[in-house]
């Protein structure tokens, strides 16, 4: 997979991994059950987990750039964009600013339910 990973545009990789990633979710979200949605969560657990290897392989010099636009940016961030903030979060707080990750925290959280809650809102005000 190296050879053809580094041979690909930048865009290409992110598609290709976004298009994977996309596919997985679709699959996992079809195990959540009416009372949990244990699909969903299974995919915010493991592709955190995943995250959190991935950035410490490019750490280490494990990883290259190419496999973290094709695996980080594109699979990870298709199957769950928890991963992602996730990541960002561990990062605000591994350069010291622990105030800022919690913020993030709270924003994020606070934040996207108030956009769901409006955006259901707003849906019911216009498809009555």
């Known amino acids: 997979m190296e050879h053809l990973t580094a041979k690909l545009p930048p865009y290409i990789l992110v598609a290709l991994g976004g298009m994977l990633g996309a596919l997985a979710r679709y699959g996992l979200a079809c195990i959540n059950r009416p009372h ?13 987990l995943l995250m959190g290897l991935l950035l410490r392989g490019i750490e280490v010099g494990i990883a290259r750039h190419d496999l973290r636009l094709f695996i980080g940016i594109g699979f990870l961030g ?20 622990a105030v800022r990750s919690l913020l ?4 994020t959280l606070v934040g996207t339910l108030a956009a769901v809650t409006g955006g259901y809102l707003l849906a019911r005000l216009i498809w009555r």
């Open 78 to 97: 298709a199957v769950t964009t928890f991963s992602s903030f996730s990541a960002e979060t561990l990062h605000l707080f591994l350069q010291g600013n």
């Open 104 to 107: 993030y925290i709270a924003a």
């Open 36 to 48: 949990f949605p244990i699909g969903t969560l299974a995919v915010n657990l493991v592709g955190c």
